[in-house]
């Protein structure tokens, strides 16, 4: 509209009307007229459709208000602003055209000045709805914009990690000697601390960015916090910092939310309280804030006795990317994003966190969360170590296209008596499986060239069950393998676990959409995988 006189539709069965108006109005407008509502209709209808339309009442055929009423029950025209120009002065004429969809009503004999002012005020207010339309579109096309980089950053970073960690893991358990032992630990201790910076710049943009969604269950909430304990045990014990754990007697046993953004929130305050803390001990203390009949309010004190923070920085402290100054980042390091997630994941379920502290006597951080009443209490979860469950040999498709990962993943796998058999991407997947398909499992990546993880369990979905294939995806296939494949894997459901670097919303859900049965996200330690192949071999 900026480029462009503004359109004016004038709709009145009254010719002197039509003329005294479009002639007023000319100079500032592009003025078309119709005689009737029905010629108003189709002209309304015509591109370039009006910008506003000045409308009568009384007239022949349709009258003004259903001619407004039509218009405004039309998703092609109901954005059109419509001024009532009307002999009918009763406060109930005025409130008839308002209810039938009008911005406007103007009293006949009227002054061309008033009209003039009251069509451009609307003009205006239009011209605002559109500059605050196209400006949510391009905040929605930079967030779009956002979460593609950070899924493709998330893949890109996630993939070398996954060999830098799983190698050094590897190199940990064959080295002997000491100074070897102790180069190698200061890389995994790097590693980990450059996987943890990721997954908080991950995790607050996703939250920045709306992505975040809870996932809520009933879980055990002594559990939960044992397992935030059972996380942070080396680092406290390295320091010799006892941490204790208080849960009041009324707390319920189980309840229902979202385990491990609980989770989260108590293992980014222990991890502040052990890396600012030379003695202890930490209290972790859990009470019932407040019961409803469908709700618990459970609130959560991490208390330690460390360096504290100072009065004037408790006020920014749950700030993204606030540190108490630069003498903390540099002696103790991060990034002061941790506080930041805390207190938004805090706000998703509902609650809020403070903190109290005295400098150089430490802090206490206090959250609350609000979960729902669980209806039973799960069964307690079995910790054990995976690598004491002796699993099958199991005779397995790996397909990845990073030869890093390829090779660590092999290594692992063979470690546990599984046999392996390697394909760099999608299409050579589906050359292998023509060549034997006695596979228990596939086991791929799911961002890959040529043929992705997606694409590649699409098709074998769709030939398992005789269905043919997507337009866009039979492409990417060449006519004769499309013809094997669909004879070779019909009648047979094959076992496919994706491998994904990317951490965004959504991932989890492509890949079941895609098909898949399951889902790990690098980098994948030997742990993970091998409980997950359990999991699968016990429930086939």
Request: charged share 25%; aromatic share 4%.
């Amino acid at each position: 509209m900026s480029d462009r006189k503004p359109t004016l539709l004038i709709i009145d069965d009254i010719i002197d009307n039509l003329m005294l108006l479009g002639e007023a109005m000319s100079p500032e407008y592009t003025v078309r007229v119709a005689t009737g509502g029905k010629q108003g209709l189709d002209l309304a209808l015509q591109p370039p459709q009006p910008d506003l339309i000045l409308l009568d009442i009384m007239m022949p055929g349709l009258d003004g208000y259903e001619v407004c009423r039509r218009l405004k029950a039309d998703n092609r025209t109901k954005h059109i602003p419509v001024i009532f120009l009307s002999a009918l002065d009763k406060e109930s004429d005025e409130l008839q055209g308002l209810d039938a969809g009008a911005v406007d009503f103007i009293t006949k004999p009227f002054k061309l000045e008033i009209v003039r002012a009251r069509i451009s005020t609307q003009i205006e207010l239009l011209r605002m709805r559109q500059q605050l339309q196209d400006a949510r579109l391009r905040a929605e096309a930079a967030s779009q914009s956002k979460s593609v980089f950070l899924a493709n950053m998330s893949h890109e970073i996630r993939t070398p990690m996954s060999a830098i960690i799983g190698m050094t893991d590897l190199a940990l358990e064959k080295a002997v000697d000491a100074q070897q032992r102790k180069y190698l630990e200061t890389v995994k201790l790097s590693a980990d601390s450059l996987l943890s910076l990721i997954n908080d710049i991950l995790d607050f943009s996703k939250i920045e960015a709306g992505q975040m969604e809870l996932d809520e269950h009933t879980f055990i909430l002594a559990e939960a916090v044992e397992a935030a304990v059972r996380t942070v045990s080396v680092l406290s014990k390295e320091k010799g910092l006892d941490i204790l754990v208080d849960i009041a007697s009324d707390v319920p046993e189980a309840m229902e939310g979202d385990r491990l953004r609980f989770r989260q929130i108590i293992l980014n305050l222990l991890s502040n309280a052990i890396k600012f803390s030379e003695h202890g001990p930490i209290r972790i203390q859990v009470t019932l804030a407040d019961s409803g009949p469908e709700t618990l309010t459970i609130q959560v004190s991490v208390i330690d006795k460390g360096i504290g923070v100072k009065a004037d920085k408790v006020s920014s402290i749950f700030s993204a990317f606030s540190q108490e100054d630069s003498s903390v980042s540099r002696k103790f390091g991060g990034t002061g994003l941790g506080l930041a997630i805390c207190r938004q994941l805090c706000e998703l379920m509902d609650g809020s966190i403070s903190v109290e502290s005295e400098q150089g006597k430490g802090s206490t951080f206090t959250f609350t969360v609000i979960f729902g009443r669980a209806v039973a209490v799960p069964l307690p979860t079995i910790y054990s170590s995976p690598e004491s469950v002796t699993v099958q040999p199991l005779r397995i498709l790996l397909v990845e296209d990073n030869p890093a990962n390829r090779f660590l993943l092999r290594v692992v796998l063979e470690k546990f008596k599984h046999q392996v058999t390697e394909a760099t991407d999608g299409i050579e997947a589906l050359h292998v499986l023509l060549e034997h398909d006695d596979f228990d499992l596939i086991l791929s990546d799911v961002q890959m060239p040529r043929l992705d993880g997606y694409s590649l369990t699409r098709i074998i979905r769709s030939f398992e069950k005789g269905e043919a294939l997507t337009a866009e995806i039979a492409t990417k296939l060449e006519e004769e393998l499309n013809e094997q494949l669909r004879k070779h894997l019909y009648g047979r459901h094959r076992l496919i676990i994706a491998m994904t670097a990317n951490a965004m919303s959504g991932d989890q859900e492509k890949c079941f959409a895609a098909g898949m049965d399951d889902y790990l996200t690098k980098p994948v330690n030997k742990e993970q995988l091998n409980a997950t192949l359990q999991r699968w071999l016990l429930a086939t």
